[in-house]
Nanobody, 116 residues
Framework: QVQAVESGGGLVQPGGSLRLSCQAS????????MAWHRQAPGKQRELVASITTYGSANYADFVKGRFAISRDNAVNTVDLQMNSLQSDDTAVYYC??????????WGQGTLVTVSS
């Protein structure tokens, strides 16, 4: 059974930075795309950023210029560097790994709270 495990959430002041990390299970280079989603209280889950095996990244408009996604294919990890955090960024952040075989793994979520 595939799985993904996130780390790095926490409390940060507005304007601050956090880095989230995710480790997906499986053999090296077995994950096609990796992504970060988030769900704020009372809202639907939304895509934040994604990146393919080839390094092609996409970002939601609300994080462009502030967040950066990166990955290491050899160890199936993906990071999300979050800068200039705002209160609207407060949410549970979920990692997703989409495998070459078509399967998906979701992490349990890590809470990011932006507050003074």
């Amino acid at each position: 059974q595939v799985q993904a495990v996130e780390s790095g959430g926490g409390l940060v002041q507005p304007g601050g930075s956090l880095r989230l990390s995710c480790q997906a299970s499986g053999n090296p280079f077995s994950v096609y795309s990796m992504a970060w989603h988030r769900q704020a209280p009372g809202k639907q889950r939304e895509l934040v950023a994604s990146i393919t095996t080839y390094g092609s990244a996409n970002y939601a408009d609300f994080v462009k210029g502030r967040f950066a996604i990166s990955r290491d294919n050899a160890v199936n990890t993906v990071d999300l560097q979050m800068n200039s955090l705002q209160s609207d960024d407060t949410a549970v952040y979920y990692c997703n790994a989409h495998y070459n075989t078509g399967g998906d793994a979701w992490g349990q979520g890590t809470l990011v709270t932006v507050s003074s």
